[in-house]
């Protein structure tokens, strides 16, 4: 890159954003990263820069009303040549005269149905077709730009593993060799997902997607399965500024992991991310969160809660000829709750329903019962816990069973966002205890509705919920200390609710005033990630 593109705020950047997801575009968000890629190009645009957003079409964004076809690149892949179709893509939702959308067509960006972004294969094959699948993607991604399909670029911004190949071939595939002519940018967004495949010996491994690549495994391979590549390591080692996307996160993942004690740090990849540190290279910026102008977060009444939420039900249950128990329970629970005249402290909490978020909330005290129970036998009669997401069976199951044992705790078993924001918009308390939390956004959202935050004091909810000012914080060096300590928490915010009105009232006020802005963001960005 021209060192005299790098002063920030004297010159128009020209960037290339690689990603998965992006929540621009109509059904290509899962996670945090479709909320980021969203969000973060328009703040940049407004800083004068140039942004082009690149990902798989998955089959379905070549029809998308608008798409244009603008170029067509042949590559060798798998030992076959294909040929990809790059496709200018409008978004409805987010526009902006300085920010582009494209998508890449082909037949192997839809292994599982078009439309889907990610696949689930077996345990014994983690992230086989996903790894195949955006192998092919960063591959094709490679050929655009030496072809000079997006144009003359100043950096490119990869995010997570799935766009991380591209800084291997950058290194090693003697055709992409111009791409080391330009900056790159990598984010890690969930270190825990890292996209792990076999060398070789499979059909989804690198030597089977590059068979005439001479490559060197030492700074691409899994650090505790050196016969494998690991993508997530590979961005690390290779990138010229890694991204966590909180300053705290950014400290932890230098630290060695100790899941057994509830110790959430590297993966395994921390003395990468310490000598990345140590070169001046590991950045840790907080994500930001999207506050329209004029947008009226007026509390939503309970007594109005109840029968949006049963609506909500009832569109989920009309998608199957069968009555699942779980709405069932729900829409019993909610018509109860309806006829109560004192419905006491609503509990709120909605997200992806996996160990990170929820693992605290199962852990087993010495009595033998539960977090999440002794939280509910908290609660009592005066007040509702109402939790929104889907996930893992197990976990589904358990929230099934605690709901079916307590009368003070719904489980909506589903998502979508008209619900998630009933949510946000309704709760006296938002309950966000995750094991680990790169950045996390529910926090985020439910303090700008005013909803003050109940959270595990790590990664970015150390870095936007501060204890006793705007929510309630926990920590603890191990499980049981995490566990005992978010029970106390819990404790002390229904003790301010009942009894201490207008501190609880403060707290949910100086939330509200929290402004997390994707315009600092992207200043950082262009200071401390661009340069």
Aim: proline share 3%; hydrophobic share 40%.
């Amino acid at each position: 890159m021209n060192d005299s593109l790098g002063e920030y705020g004297s010159v128009t950047k020209r960037i290339l954003m690689v990603a998965a997801e992006n929540d621009a575009l109509p059904n290509a968000k899962v996670g945090g990263i479709g909320d980021v890629v969203r969000d973060i190009p328009l703040a940049l645009a407004e800083q004068d820069c140039h942004v082009q957003v690149v990902l798989p079409d998955y089959g379905h964004f070549a029809v998308m009303p608008g798409a244009e076809l603008c170029g067509q690149y042949q590559l060798r892949f798998a030992g076959t040549t294909e040929r990809v179709e790059l496709y200018r893509l409008q978004s409805t939702s987010h526009q902006h005269q300085n920010v582009t959308y494209w998508g890449l067509g082909h037949r192997r960006f839809s292994p599982c149905g078009d439309g889907s972004v990610y696949c689930n294969d077996e345990d014994n094959r983690p992230f086989a077709t996903d790894a195949s699948k955006y192998a092919f993607f960063c591959a094709a991604v490679g050929q655009v730009i030496v072809n000079n399909g997006f144009g003359e670029l100043d950096v490119v911004h990869l995010h997570d593993w799935h766009a991380a190949l591209l800084l291997v071939l950058r290194e090693y595939d003697p055709t992409l060799a111009s791409l080391k002519n330009i900056h790159t940018t990598y984010t890690i967004h969930n270190l825990s997902l890292q996209g792990v495949r076999p060398f070789k010996g499979d059909d989804s491994s690198f030597e089977a997607w590059f068979p005439e690549l001479d490559y060197s495994p030492h700074l691409i391979c899994d650090t505790r399965a050196v016969h494998c590549l690991n993508p997530m390591r590979a961005g690390i080692n290779l990138a010229n500024k890694v991204h966590a996307v909180s300053p705290t996160y950014a400290t932890e993942i230098t630290r060695k992991s100790d899941v057994g004690q509830g110790v959430y740090g590297g993966e395994g990849l921390e003395n990468d991310l310490i000598m990345a540190r140590e070169q001046g290279r590991l950045v840790g910026i907080l994500n930001g969160c999207e506050y329209p102008e004029n947008a009226s977060y007026t509390k939503v009444a309970k007594t109005r809660l109840a029968p949006a939420l049963e609506n909500a039900l009832l569109g989920w249950a009309s998608k199957s000829t069968q009555l699942l128990s779980c709405h069932w329970l729900a829409e019993k629970r909610l018509q109860r709750w309806a006829t109560k005249k004192d419905r006491g402290m609503l509990i709120t909490s909605v997200g992806r329903i996996t160990g990170q978020k929820v693992r605290l909330l199962f852990s087993t005290l010495a009595d033998g019962q539960t977090v999440l129970q002794h939280i509910l036998d908290e609660l009592g009669d005066k007040g509702m816990f109402i939790f929104l997401g889907s996930g893992n069976e197990q976990y589904q199951r358990q929230l099934l069973a605690l709901a079916g044992a307590n009368a003070n705790f719904i489980y909506l078993q589903g998502y979508s966002t008209g619900v998630s924001d009933l949510l946000y918009n309704s709760g006296d308390l938002f309950l966000m205890p995750s094991s680990f939390e790169p950045c996390g956004i529910s926090q985020m959202l439910a303090m700008r509705a005013g909803q003050p935050c109940l959270v595990h004091s790590v990664g970015g909810l150390n870095d936007t919920v501060e204890d006793g000012v705007t929510g309630y914080c926990f920590n603890g060096a191990t499980i049981m200390e995490q566990s005992e300590n978010l029970i106390a928490t819990f404790k002390r915010a229904l003790q301010n609710y009942k009894k201490h009105p207008t501190k609880h009232a403060a707290l949910a006020k100086k939330a509200s005033a929290q402004r997390f802005l994707w315009s600092a963001a992207a200043q950082e960005y262009l200071t401390q990630l661009y340069r």
